[in-house]
């Protein structure tokens, strides 16, 4: 069932009002000015101290987490209560100790001045302590039923931290498929391919992609220029940090994307969520390596047998083949 459907169904003006809003504008991340603004201010000065390592050594940085609070701080304006149900990567634990007091000083600044010079909003200056609420605002643990909102505030840190790719991905799901996504990747080139433009975008950079179940995906410039075209998938392989892979594949920049993990490491929806919706609205498709669909309704986790395929509708059945018989000899 469509979004608009179940809020017609409950027939609550303002529950239509906002999420008419989101449909809208969540087709831009929300709000996609506010959390560039925060992104490019630490991207630009990224200190030694920004960035730290979580308990599984994977990095997190003041962008995280603060991507993580402005998104719950808007949907929490924007949401009637009963339908804010987050479920982030990010949460509060390491901020809390007493080694990362500095940290949440600057992220509680960085939030603020952003809330402050977007202007958007009429709020008194978040204290630490809300700051540390809203990251917490994400501890949904998503499943079948009713929607929940699916936030990555910043996927492929390691990528940001190298100044390479990154994207911040937010879906929702409704009954545990996912509806909406949306991939806003500051760092990805303008598409190159069969563009009459080419020359002058090719040293621009900056898409956000947008899915919509039933209505494709569509790619627009983060510089504010309107969506370019309805998306199809094509073209040739690239290589890069987080789901701009999905975003590159969607637009036709790749062909195949394969991704295997190890043995014992539990995927999570939020790595792959927003980008699934963007391939799969594109004409894509996205299974896992015995060929099944995700299924984004079990929780934090995806169920994965070995490992995530993404390609073509065409190309499916002969990929999926080649696949299996690699598996089949490597056992
Ligand atoms: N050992 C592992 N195997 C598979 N995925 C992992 C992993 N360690 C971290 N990840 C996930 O891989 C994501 C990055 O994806 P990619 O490799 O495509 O850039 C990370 O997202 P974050 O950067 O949001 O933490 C993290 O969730
Ligand atoms: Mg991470
Ligand atoms: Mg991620
Ligand atoms: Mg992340």
Not at 80 to 98: G, T
Not at 137 to 158: A, F, M, N, R
Not at 252 to 277: P, S
Request: net charge negative.
């Amino acid at each position: 069932m469509v979004l608009s459907d179940l809020l017609e169904r409950k027939k609550k003006k303002s529950s239509v009002k906002s999420l008419k809003w989101l449909m809208k504008e969540s087709l831009l991340l929300p709000r996609k000015q506010l959390l560039l603004l925060l992104i490019f201010t630490v991207q630009k000065s990224l200190l030694l101290s920004d960035v730290q390592s979580k308990s599984d050594k994977t990095p997190v940085t003041v962008a995280d987490y603060g991507s993580q609070a402005l998104v719950s701080f808007v949907l929490k304006r924007e949401l009637p209560s009963e339908f804010f149900s987050l479920v982030a990567e990010e949460d509060s634990v390491d901020l809390r100790k007493d080694e990362s007091q500095e940290m949440l000083k600057r992220i509680t600044t960085l939030v603020n001045d952003t809330l402050s010079s977007d202007g958007r909003y009429d709020f008194s200056p978040l204290s630490e302590d809300d700051v540390l609420n809203a990251i917490d605002s994400g501890k949904s643990e998503g499943g079948s039923h009713g929607q929940h909102w699916v936030l990555d505030p910043i996927d492929g840190t390691k990528g940001f931290v190298r100044g390479d790719q990154y994207a911040i991905a937010l879906a929702l799901l409704d009954e545990g498929n996912v509806m909406l996504g949306v991939l806003a990747c500051p760092n990805l080139p303008l598409p190159t391919t069969g563009q009459s433009h080419q020359h002058s975008l090719q040293s621009q950079v900056g898409c956000l992609f947008s899915a919509r179940v039933g209505a494709g995906t569509y790619m627009e410039f983060l510089d504010g220029s309107p969506p370019t075209k309805k998306l199809g998938v094509t073209a040739p392989p690239v290589r890069m940090d987080s789901q701009a892979k999905y975003g590159a594949l969607a637009r036709g920049d790749g062909a195949i994307y394969l991704r295997f993990h190890h043995q014992g490491y539990h995927v999570k929806i939020w790595d792959h969520a927003a980008g699934c919706i963007v391939v799969t609205e594109a004409g894509g498709v996205v299974t896992d390596a015995a060929g099944n669909p995700l299924d984004f309704s079990i929780g934090k986790h995806l169920d994965l047998e070995k490992g995530i395929i993404v390609t073509s509708k065409k190309l499916m059945p002969l990929l999926l083949n080649a696949v299996q018989e690699v598996l089949k000899e490597q056992s």
